[in-house]
């Protein structure tokens, strides 16, 4: 049995379980971005709180990266080239841990 659900059911879902992983802006970006990704390949994500916490991370800027990844990576571009980035404004990101 599936439920669809909706963007507020997404946020509350991860504030009731893991409240301080995503922020909120960072939470609606994964979630538009898994919408997105659910109308482009025809394939439903499921909504399990802790696999998207162990598969995504999100960063404030690109230093906090680089201290939990690797100074390596001196643009978002140069993260691009390795995993999926979903950008939530000028500066924060979320990424697909790899």
Known sequence: MKQTINEY?????FRKIRPNNFSYVGL????DYLEEY?????EEVELDVIALCCEY??????EEFQKAYS?????IEDIERETTVI??????F?????
Do not use: H, N, V
Request: no cysteine; charged share 40%; glycine share 2%.
């Open 38 to 42: 659910e109308e482009s390949t025809g």
């Open 28 to 31: 609606k970006a994964l979630f």
């Open 57 to 62: 991370s999100e960063y404030t800027d690109l």
């Open 87 to 92: 950008r939530i404004d000028d500066d924060s």
């Open 94 to 98: 979320i990424i697909q841990d790899f």
């Open 9 to 13: 059911d997404f946020t509350e879902a």
């Open 71 to 75: 100074s390596d990576y001196e643009s």
